[in-house]
């Protein structure tokens, strides 16, 4: 049974960190690209991060330099480390799992970022 579940979303400051995890089972965890992706109020789905099998990594503009994405495959698990919080991060962000035509998603976990 394939299972993504997120974790570490909560209620923040402007200017403050979190750190999302995604732990996986079910499938060959080290074998898929790994995404976060976010959906704030009224907002379309946003992709966020991607790190692939191999350990490349890409973002969105909107996060870059204040978002790491990063894996530890013997843990089966993704995480989202965000620095430098703003509002506009306010959003529900959810973990996806990515073989080819194959894709998996987690229920997600909500980040809100208000003073």
């Known amino acids: 049974q394939v299972q993504l579940v997120e974790s570490g979303g909560g209620l923040v400051q402007p200017g403050g960190s979190l750190r999302l995890s995604c732990a996986a089972s079910?499938?060959?965890?080290?074998?898929?690209?790994m995404r976060w992706y976010r959906q704030g109020p009224g907002k379309q789905r946003e992709l966020v991060a991607t790190?692939?099998?191999?350990?490349?990594?890409n973002y969105a503009d909107s996060v870059k330099g204040r978002f790491t994405i990063f894996r530890d495959n013997a843990k089966n698990t993704v995480y989202l480390q965000m620095n430098s919080l703003k509002a506009e991060d306010t959003a529900g962000y959810y973990c996806?799992?990515?073989?080819?035509?194959?894709?998996?998603w987690g229920q997600g976990t909500q980040v809100t970022v208000s003073s």
């Open positions: 079910g499938f060959t965890f080290s074998s898929y690209a």
């Open positions: 790190i692939t099998n191999g350990g490349t990594t």
């Open positions: 996806n799992a990515r073989l080819l035509t194959v894709s998996y």
